[in-house]
Each structure stands twice: as C-alpha cells, then as structure tokens.
C-alpha cells in the first residue's frame, strides 16, 4: 500500500454496489494512496427509479449516503454530493416533456439541499445535458441549472455541474444573476477553458501546465463503478497515481499537490481536509 504522506482527494467518483464494484472500488483508490473523496449520486436509473416528484430521489440519496458510511469503514473520508443528473430530462422522455421533467428535476433540487442543510451533504450537483438535445430541452435544462444555483446560493454550498465540453462560461453570470458565489461552482470533467473551478479527469494533459500556472483546480476520476462500462471514466486508482507520479517526474510539486488536494477542495466545499 502507498504510503500516506499529505491527503489526496478524489473530485468526483461513483461507488456503486449494486450495478459496480462497491467498496472493493474505494478500497483500491485507498491502497494507491487516495485518502478523501467526493462521492457523487448517481442517476435515478441506476437505482431502478423513475420519479415522478421530488420526494422519489430520496431513496437513490439514502442509499447514496450509505454507500457513504460503508467507504468511511475502509479508512476514507468522504464528501456526499447530492443532487440530479442533466441527462435524466431526455432519458424519460418517452414518459413524460421536458417541462415536466424540468419540475421533478428541481423538486429533486429541492430535497437534496435539506440534505445539504442537515449536515448530511456538502454539495449539490446539477447542470444541462452534454449533447444537443434540441431548444426546449436546453431550455428546460438551463431553467433547472439555474434553480440549483439559487438553491446553492440559499444553502451555502457549492455547485458541481454535469455539462457540455468546453469553457460553459454563460454559468458565471447565471451564478451572480442567483446570488451565487462562481467561484464555488465546479466544472466536472473540465477543459481549462472554463472560468468556473475546473475539476480534471486524472489523465488531463493539461494538469502540469495548469498547475505551474497556480490556478486553483481540483482532479477527479469520474469513475462510473458499472461492470458493464469496467474503468469508466478512467478507475478508481487513477487520482492517487497520477498524483503520485507527476510528483516523482517533478511536474508537480508538493505545493501544487496541496493546493488542488486540500485547498481548493477545502475552499470551495467549505470542508477540512487533512490526514
């Protein structure tokens, strides 16, 4: 096992016992090094749910939260982001319009930020769908977009969005327009394009040049935990190793390490991170 010299944290990674690996997962993302995560919800459908009201995410959220504990038992400390993925709008198309969608989607909002303000999450997460899906999917989605940041703004609480590649540099003004701080909105699977907090999947070519930079940035492995889709984005141990390595090739240094690891993170999710 590697040993344990500063945290390493994980932006943005699934744990899935139920269609994944589950804890075996988070058990090789610590014996690479990895010491914090921030363990995402995934879609209603990968829990055999299809709302139709808000109060039907609650049980994708537990089991979330649960899959929470099980990860703090390997030695870990976890973060729960709570909230709705973008794609969910099209993905139950068949049953029901976008505006309907776009209603249950932010009730769904709407229950995770309780979460959120019980202490049981740290974050939200929402967004638009990363495809062209037609104006009034995209406008439906952007309404929903738009109340997370409200609800973020409310909540005090960060914002990861799920959205198209590329800078999506409309959301900083959405942000202000809601009352929402943009530096507390991450871009998940960034490009370095964005002017939101770029969280960079682990094999990003760009991390070395960003980081010499001193731009703050944060690294995640989008890690999907589905035996069907085995290593998507990219596994569990990518973050600690990619750490690790561009530590020992000296395109990083420990400073650059602590700041995407422990003060960003710590920053923009308003959380302790320290082993």
């Not at 994708?60 to 899959?67: H, R």
Request: negative net charge; contains cysteine.
């Amino acid at each position: 096992m590697t040993p344990r010299r500063f945290p390493i944290t994980d932006d943005h990674i699934h744990i899935d016992p139920l269609n994944g690996r589950g804890v075996e997962a988070a058990k090789e993302f610590y014996r690479a090094g990895g010491t914090h995560l921030f363990l995402v919800a995934k879609p209603s459908w990968s829990f055999g749910v299809a709302p139709s009201s808000g109060e039907d995410y609650r049980p994708v959220f537990e089991a979330t939260l649960g899959v929470a504990d099980e990860v703090r038992a390997v030695g870990l400390g976890v973060f729960v982001v709570l909230g709705v993925h973008p794609a969910e709008i099209t993905y139950f198309a068949d049953r029901r319009s976008p505006a309907e969608s776009a209603r249950i989607m932010a009730e769904g909002l709407d229950l995770a930020a309780r979460y959120v303000r019980e202490g049981r999450a740290v974050a939200l997460k929402s967004g638009r769908p990363h495809y062209d899906a037609g104006p009034e999917v995209a406008d439906a989605s952007n309404r929903v977009l738009a109340h997370a940041l409200e609800l973020a703004a409310r909540t005090d609480c960060a914002l990861q969005i799920h959205a198209e590649s590329g800078p999506c540099a409309d959301v900083v003004e959405m942000a202000r327009l809601a009352g929402m701080d943009p530096s507390r909105v991450v871009k998940h699977f960034a490009e370095p394009s964005t002017p939101l907090v770029p969280s960079f999947v682990a094999r990003h070519e760009a991390i070395p040049e960003v980081a010499r930079s001193g731009r703050e940035f944060m690294l995640e492995s989008d890690y999907m935990d589905e035996l069907s889709r085995p290593g998507a984005v990219v596994g569990p141990k990518s973050v600690p190793r990619t750490s690790l390595r561009l530590l020992a090739s000296g395109a990083l240094d420990e400073e650059a390490l602590a700041r995407c690891h422990v003060e960003t993170p710590s920053r923009v999710y308003g959380v302790e991170i320290a082993l």
